[in-house]
């Protein structure tokens, strides 16, 4: 088992397991089964009935904990699932705050399902503390909900700032971290009160689960956490439980890569004449670049590059390594064209007053090598640029 002094790396590895009673496995078996014989009436070794219990599950649960630096990890059968639960568990008949510029299914579920529980959701540029302050109503409000940094446009909110906002108001403030990944940057420790992931993406990293987890210190909050999820079903299996578990071990060793190659691609994609604008916090030309250098130790291999709209939709379609593809944070490069893919179900209005237009390219930097990403996606700009009378493309020309 992990001792709670352990740095990171020994955590990603330890946390959450110790040798298998039984025979002395090293690795924590699958515990593929629904239910677990019982000794006498009411008479049990802790393990009932799976939605209830389950080892890997657990281990996978205090692994994470451990990495986010928090008392308790409760996992879901995905990230959304592990939203709502949080959202019924707080905001049961209230008032939530959230950023804006989030992951398009948390969108569709905080404006079009949240509204049938009767919570109330505004949707602010929580970069902003007078907006923020401005959105929370005073009792009414019981959660304040944000992403850093955001997906699509990587626009980075300080989570210290907003904890203190939230806490003023008496509302609870739960961070996405799924872009930045325990590695880089760890809410809790900055104030926040819950975590969320979709361990779908960076933790698990393999591109092979769907999964999601809430993370948390305040032990009736996790209890009352526990109690709705068993009384409601949203539980992950145990073979996605196993293979997150064998994805957290690298986080350590994949993260660095990600984020060296992620700064590769940005520096490449910046200097680039087809491309405009290059959204990514470690570039010096990001607005928030500072505070994002404060709260987190790396940025990610998560960034968005705003192209001219048929050169966006080429490019995507045109790399060889990077793939076509929704989600994010697997050792695969990615890319996609989130108007028509990630946030497609968000209104068009609603799309284009936050910058998601049909130009901007999203990219999901893996752990390939750098140059090989850097010349795939070179050769699929100049690919464009043939196709293209060069006198009516300005955006292509030059360089
Ligand atoms: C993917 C994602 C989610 C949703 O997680 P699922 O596992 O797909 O349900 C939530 N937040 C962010 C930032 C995501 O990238």
Redesign the pocket.
Known sequence: MADPKDRFGTRCVHAGQSPEAATGAITTPIFQTSTYVQDGVGRHKGYEYARLQNPTREAAEANIAALEGGAHGIAFA??????ECLVKVVAAGGHIVSEEN??G??VRMFTRVLNRLGIEVTLVDTRDPGALRRAIRPGETLLVYL?TPT?PLMRVTDIAAAARIAHGAGALLCV?N??ASPYNQRPLELGADVV??????YLNGHSDV???ILVLDDGALAGEVHFVRKSTGPVPGPMDSWLTLRGTKTLHVRMPRHNENGMRVAEFLQDHPAVRTVHYPGLLSHPDHDLAGRQMRGFSGMLSAELAAGDAKRLAEGTRIFRLAE???GVESMVCIPSLMTHASVPEPERLRMGITDGLARFSVGIEDGADLVEDLDRALRSGRRTRNRRTSPALTGG
């Open positions: 995905s990230g959304l699932a592990a939203i989030l992951y299914g948390a992403e997906n996405d799924t872009f969320v992931h979709s361990t779908t993406k769907l999964g999601g989600s994010l944070g």
